[in-house]
């Protein structure tokens, strides 16, 4: 069974525009973290955010989560080119992870 | 700082064959993983090992699957006999704590693409 779901499984952004992706998973955690997948560079991780935070910024991501609801969620504002991807959120304690969002930023 | 290294990097194989993977994480990395991602989904953990000590091996399916970590550091990943449905990209990963620690974010090799035909 699946830990993390993503959603939306598709999304498809022009350049400069934010993209939101969300996560739900489904036992208590210590922390939660994101990771991006692409041909490139393959599985790169992305941020971690601990159980006692809300939310959390690395550059243009934050990342928000809510343990009561047991879900997290991905912004990527100004989005580019380069971001396009597959992001996976992954519960650090079970090391599961979903079948993650696919971004396409159009130029 | 050198990443995680993994060889080889394609591999096509016929059905009851056996191969085998290696990995060489980062220096000092105290836990690997390996992980079997089939085409469109996500990572799947197949074993966890800390230092030279498996944690999890749970979804590794063990009457094809083994895996070992000699001296704590390399680990190869061995599937004898393989079957069709083996065909997928193995990663293997490593991280400097343990699973749901501060210090658990993983670093992933950049696989090896297995064909079983």
């Known amino acids: 069974s699946q830990q993390g779901e993503e959603d939306p499984q598709a999304l498809s952004i022009q350049e400069g525009e934010n993209a939101t992706m969300n996560c739900s998973y489904k036992?208590?955690?210590?922390?939660l973290q994101w990771y991006r997948q692409n041909s490139g560079r393959g599985l790169v991780h992305l941020i971690l955010?601990?159980?006692?935070?809300r939310e959390k910024h690395s550059g243009r991501l934050r990342v928000t989560l809510d343990t009561s609801k047991k879900s997290s969620s991905l912004l990527i504002t100004a989005s580019r080119a380069a971001d396009t991807a597959s992001y996976f959120c992954?519960?650090?304690?079970?090391?599961?992870f979903g079948t993650g969002t696919r971004l396409q930023v159009f130029p | 700082e050198a990443g995680v290294a993994q060889s080889p990097r394609y591999k096509i194989i016929e059905k009851r064959q056996s191969v085998a993977f290696w990995c060489n994480p980062i220096?000092?990395?105290?836990?690997l993983y390996w992980y079997q991602q089939i085409l469109g989904q996500g990572p799947k953990l197949l074993i966890q090992?800390?230092?030279?000590?498996?944690?999890?091996d749970s979804q590794l399916p063990k009457d094809r699957f083994s895996a070992e970590r000699l001296k704590g550091v390399d680990s190869t990943l061995k599937i004898q006999p393989a079957k069709l449905e083996d065909s997928a990209v193995y990663l293997c990963?490593?991280?400097?704590?343990?699973?749901?620690?501060?210090?658990?974010?993983?670093?992933f090799g950049p696989g090896t693409r297995l064909t079983v035909l």
């Open positions: 220096s000092g990395h105290a836990t």
């Open positions: 090992f800390q230092n030279n000590g498996v944690v999890d």
């Open positions: 992954a519960t650090s304690d079970k090391l599961i």
């Open positions: 036992t208590s955690i210590n922390n």
């Open positions: 990963a490593s991280s400097p704590g343990l699973a749901g620690g501060l210090r658990s974010e993983q670093f």
């Open positions: 955010i601990r159980s006692n935070e």
